[in-house]
């Protein structure tokens, strides 16, 4: 396929002016006279130099990588249907859409970008972390910093130790039955050609308490309803997680709650203040 510059460079500027801040979470700010959002806003929204986000709305530069358009696609918000023409475009096969697909609908993101007050994060059905809310790295840590199979929480809990330090020593064992039960789920639903049968395999390799709980063939172990952190600075936390699934993407919104009044509510809000410093 052919770059079409003109094309991409209209859909881009059409895209960019349709969007007001707070559409992507960003603040509005006094003496606001651009129509939507600036160049250097989507840019940033993007992870790309400004530079290069203005030559392609001005018909200039590189044809883009897919990587970069996929980033641009999720930075500016667009639907699925939006996505794959943007990826068309730039002269691209569209990715696949279902499961194995890491874009983000529009409506997960509009509401996570409204959660700066509590912890929440975007998953996928392997329980990869594609999006977090700030207080949501305060509590956890950046989680999706990883690559390769260790982007699943499920592969790292079984895979590095030092995942489980986060969360309350009592409720490992019901995580590791979870975990396994979820993933031989995933694995029936996907087949055995996919990323989850991909995950198992290494897995059955390398840990022999995923082998054991792996052959009890267990369905449908769930959580309890409340989840235990261990932060450390400001120890446990006990929190009730509601989930808001898009059953297109096969991706979830996971949101952590404390009940009003409670010890870990009051460590909740210290943990904003903590957050903060840390990401400043």
């Given at each position: ?42 840019a ?66 509009r ?24 207080l ?11 690559t ?15 995942t ?15 975990f ?7 694995v ?21 308490e ?38 297109d ?23 904003s ?8």
């Amino acid at each position: 396929m052919v770059i079409d510059r003109a094309g991409l460079a209209a859909f881009l500027r059409r895209r960019r002016e349709s969007l007001q801040p707070e559409d992507v979470g960003l603040p509005r700010g006094r003496r606001r006279r651009t129509n939507g959002l600036r160049r250097e806003e989507v840019a940033s929204l993007c992870h790309m130099s400004t530079d290069y986000y203005a030559r392609l709305e001005r018909e200039r530069g590189p044809q883009p990588s897919e990587q970069m358009i996929a980033s641009i696609a999720q930075g500016l918000h667009l639907s699925l249907d939006e996505r794959d023409h943007l990826f068309r475009l730039a002269g691209h096969n569209p990715p696949v859409r279902g499961a194995a697909s890491d874009h983000i609908s529009p409506g997960l993101l509009r509401t996570l970008d409204r959660l700066d007050d509590t912890p929440a994060e975007i998953i996928t059905e392997l329980a990869e972390t594609l999006r977090q809310s700030p207080l949501g790295v305060a509590l956890t840590g950046d989680t999706t910093q990883y690559t390769g199979p260790e982007r699943s929480l499920g592969y790292r809990w079984f895979a590095d130790p030092a995942t489980r330090d986060r969360y309350a020593p009592d409720d490992h064992p019901l995580l590791s039955r979870m975990f396994a039960s979820g993933l031989r789920a995933v694995v029936t639903l996907r087949g055995p050609d996919s990323k989850a049968a991909h995950y198992a395999g290494l897995l059955l390799e390398r840990s022999a308490e995923f082998r054991a709980l792996w052959d009890q063939h267990e369905i449908g172990v769930r959580p309890h309803e409340v989840k235990r952190f261990i932060h450390p600075e400001v120890g446990l936390l006990e929190l009730h997680c509601q989930a808001l699934l898009d059953p297109d993407q096969s991706h979830r919104l996971l949101i952590y709650t404390a009940v009003p009044g409670s010890e870990s509510y009051d460590k909740l809000r210290l943990l904003s203040v903590v957050g903060a410093q840390s990401l400043g």
